[in-house]
T-cell receptor
Framework: DQQVKQNSPSLSVQEGRISILNCDYT??????FLWYKKYPAEGPTFLIS?????DKNEDGRFTVFLNKSAKHLSLHIVPSQPGDSAVYFC???????????FGPGTRLSVLP | EPEVTQTPSHQVTQMGQEVILRCVPI?????FYWYRQILGQKVEFLVS????????KSEIFDDQFSVERPDGSNFTLKIRSTKLEDSAMYFC????????????FGSGTRLTVV
C-alpha cells in the first residue's frame, strides 16, 4: 500500500546548488503535507508543511510546492549545505486525522 | 530546547516475551504518539493518545499492543508477546496542540526480537 511515494531513494547534490526532492501521493483525500528530516540515530525532525489550500510555502532555504491535480509535491533546498545531508521523508495526512502516512524517504547527500 | 526522551535506546528480547518501551514527552504536551520503522521500510503510525485514552490507532496496533500514561511524565508502549516481525525502531512523539506541524519525535528505541 504505497499511498505516499518517493521514487528516488537517494540524491546527490553539490554544495550551493538546489536540491529538489519529490513526493507523489495517491489518496486525493490527503489535505496536509509535511517534510521531515532524519539524521542517523535520531528521530524525524519537522522541516516544513503545506495545506491543500496553498500551492507554495517557504521557510528560509526551504520551499515546498504542491500540485494537487498531479498529486505531487516537492521540497526545494536552496542553497544546499553539507549539513542538509540526511534522509528526507514526505508525509501526508487526512483532514481531521492525527496520524501521518510517510513515504519511504530519500537520502540526500550534499557534497562539499 | 525541550526533547522527547526514549529509553532504552536499544532493547533485545526473546520472542514471546513482553517488552515495555518508555517515553518521556515534553512536559506541557498533551498529545502523544507511537510510530515505528522496520529496517529498510517507511515510518508507520501506530497510535495516538490524548486525554488518557487512545484517539486513533492503525491496523498494526492490534491486541498485543497497549499504551499507558502511568504518571504525569511517562508514556509507554507495551508489546505483550513479541514476534520476530516486531523488530523495528519505535519512535515516540508528542505535541502541545495536536497541530500536525508541531510534533516532536524522540530519537527512538531499536527493538530486536530474537
Amino acid at each position: 500500500d504505497q499511498q505516499v511515494k518517493q521514487n528516488s531513494p537517494s540524491l546527490s547534490v553539490q554544495e550551493g546548488r538546489i536540491s529538489i526532492l519529490n513526493c507523489d501521493y495517491t489518496n486525493s483525500m490527503f489535505d496536509y503535507f509535511l517534510w521531515y528530516k532524519k539524521y542517523p540515530a535520531e528521530g524525524p525532525t519537522f522541516l516544513i508543511s503545506i495545506s491543500s489550500i496553498k500551492d507554495k510555502n517557504e521557510d528560509g532555504r526551504f520551499t515546498v510546492f504542491l500540485n494537487k491535480s498531479a498529486k505531487h509535491l516537492s521540497l526545494h533546498i536552496v542553497p544546499s549545505q553539507p549539513g542538509d545531508s540526511a534522509v528526507y521523508f514526505c508525509a501526508a495526512s487526512l483532514w481531521g486525522g492525527q496520524n501521518f502516512v510517510f513515504g519511504p524517504g530519500t537520502r540526500l547527500s550534499v557534497l562539499p | 530546547e525541550p526533547e522527547v526522551t526514549q529509553t532504552p535506546s536499544h532493547q533485545v528480547t526473546q520472542m514471546g516475551q513482553e517488552v515495555i518501551l518508555r517515553c518521556v514527552p515534553i512536559s506541557n504536551h498533551l498529545y502523544f504518539y507511537w510510530y515505528r520503522q522496520i529496517l529498510g521500510q517507511k515510518v508507520e503510525f501506530l497510535v495516538s493518545f490524548y486525554n488518557n485514552e487512545i484517539s486513533e490507532k492503525s491496523e498494526i496496533f492490534d491486541d498485543q499492543f497497549s499504551v499507558e500514561r502511568p504518571d504525569g511524565s511517562n508514556f509507554t508502549l507495551k508489546i505483550r508477546s513479541t514476534k520476530l516481525e516486531d523488530s523495528a525502531m519505535y519512535f515516540c512523539a508528542s505535541s502541545g496542540t495536536g497541530q500536525k506541524n508541531s510534533y516532536t519525535f524522540g530519537s527512538g528505541t531499536r527493538l530486536t526480537v530474537v
